[in-house]
């Protein structure tokens, strides 16, 4: 019987067929009251010109989430932001060229901080209404646009139970702000009183005021750091 060191070195991982893997991304942000996320216009075959998810192949020596950071910047110009494993998608014929499986991954961020560029594989990047995408009969490249429904379902459920709405928003934030990140992700307005006893737990107020428009001043208060 083989010892595990012997059965080691005769292994030929070339005896077994192997898929590639991807990262596709997920960058959701609020802009003018309307949940977008960012997608390419392709530079090459397949679905050349189409739009689609930013992403990439995943290096022989890289982890997913090295990746995702990867990909981000490279196909989109964005870093340092947060994002969470969404799925593995793995349909024997999901992209043409071979056999791939991608793991999906959710970013979001404040709409103030993005400042999208072109990457190494893309004509161009750009924001892109979420509900009229979904809506529309738009062709996106590979099974990208079940993967963006699958997102936007995926934080409809997590704002009920997470504070991933907190990172919609600025460091610090007004209430009314953060009222309508949950309005506009969850697709309904919500009472005044009853969101305020919600979310009371998670956030801690500052002593600093808007000022410098013709609305009551409100005041600006943070996420409570301990709040998961």
């Given amino acids: 019987m083989l010892t595990e060191k012997e059965y080691l070195e005769q292994y030929n991982p070339n005896d077994f067929e192997r898929p590639s893997v991807a990262v596709d991304l997920l960058v959701f942000t609020i802009e003018d009251d309307r949940l977008k996320t960012v997608l390419v216009e392709r530079e090459e075959h397949p679905f050349k010109n189409k739009l689609s998810l930013p992403g990439v192949f995943v290096g022989i020596k890289e982890t997913l989430e090295d990746a995702t950071v990867r990909g981000i910047q490279e196909e989109t110009g964005l870093k340092d932001i947060y994002f969470e494993q969404l799925y593995t998608w793995g349909d024997v014929d999901r ?134």
């Fill in 95 to 228: 992209d043409p060229r071979m056999r791939i499986i991608s793991v999906s991954y959710i970013a979001i961020v404040d709409c103030a901080q993005i400042n999208l560029s072109a990457g190494k594989r893309t004509v161009s990047a750009a924001l892109y209404d979420v509900d009229e995408l979904l809506a529309s009969d738009t062709e996106l490249a590979f099974d990208h646009k079940k993967i963006i429904q699958y997102g936007r379902e995926r934080i409809r459920n997590k704002v009920d139970y997470s504070p991933i709405a907190f990172e919609f928003l600025p460091e610090e934030f007004t209430l009314p702000a953060l009222q309508r990140v949950y309005e506009i992700i969850l697709d309904k307005p919500l009472y005044k009183a009853g969101f305020r006893r919600k979310i009371a737990p998670m956030i801690v107020e500052t002593d600093r005021m808007t000022s410098g428009d013709a609305h009551r001043p409100s005041r600006y208060y943070r996420q409570k750091k301990d709040v998961k």
